[in-house]
């Protein structure tokens, strides 16, 4: 078990087996003394290019779709997974990795998507909210270390502005009236301020 817990968040359509988001992660700083381009220690992206992750994605798939259980043990790699609608969603750790662990992360992947897709995570709306898709897989994992699995927490901090923001603006009436007084209160200051100036 290592700080850098998961290696792939995937999303993937059911329908016909295509990628629609897929999130690999290594850890920053490789150990001292690792070879350049090693994929042999803790929180390496097993998967650097792209014909690799294809690869592994359509095995992935093919293995899950016939599969009754969460949590499985592919390319000595402990992926657990959910299906949504038409939607697989997969978090890939290491073979040393606490199954819980990851099977909390996908939970909070899937309830934090059902809370800010409004009880409707499929295809489609993943597409449509595809910046707010990969905010919350941002929020729950950042560089392969798990930051947090609570999915009112994560929509919370995809969904809102923040606090600073938000009383900046609480004040301004932004109505046509509104409007017309900032006007004139404007036009009253200035004249105030050339008539002490002359």
Known sequence: ?????????????????????????????????????????????????????????????????????????????????????????????GAEENEILLFNVILALRDSLTILLKNSTDKRTIIENYDLVSLAMDEIVDDGIILETDPVIVASRVSRPPVQDITAVKGIDLSEQGLLNAWEFGKMKLSERLRQGL
């Not at 690792?34 to 792209?50: C, I, K, M, Q, V």
């Not at 592919?74 to 997969?90: A, G, H, I, Q, T």
């Open 1 to 93: 078990m290592s700080l850098f817990s998961v290696n792939a968040i995937l999303i993937m359509a059911t329908d016909d087996s295509s990628r629609i988001l897929a999130k690999y992660y290594s850890a920053p700083h490789p150990p001292a003394g690792t070879t350049a381009n090693s994929t042999n220690y803790p929180g390496a992206n097993p998967y650097p290019n792209l014909k690799d992750q294809k690869a592994f994605e359509k095995g992935l798939l093919e293995k899950t779709s016939k599969q009754t259980s969460d949590i499985i043990l592919y390319d000595n790699r402990v992926v657990v997974f959910k299906m949504e609608s038409d939607v697989m969603l997969y978090v890939v750790g």
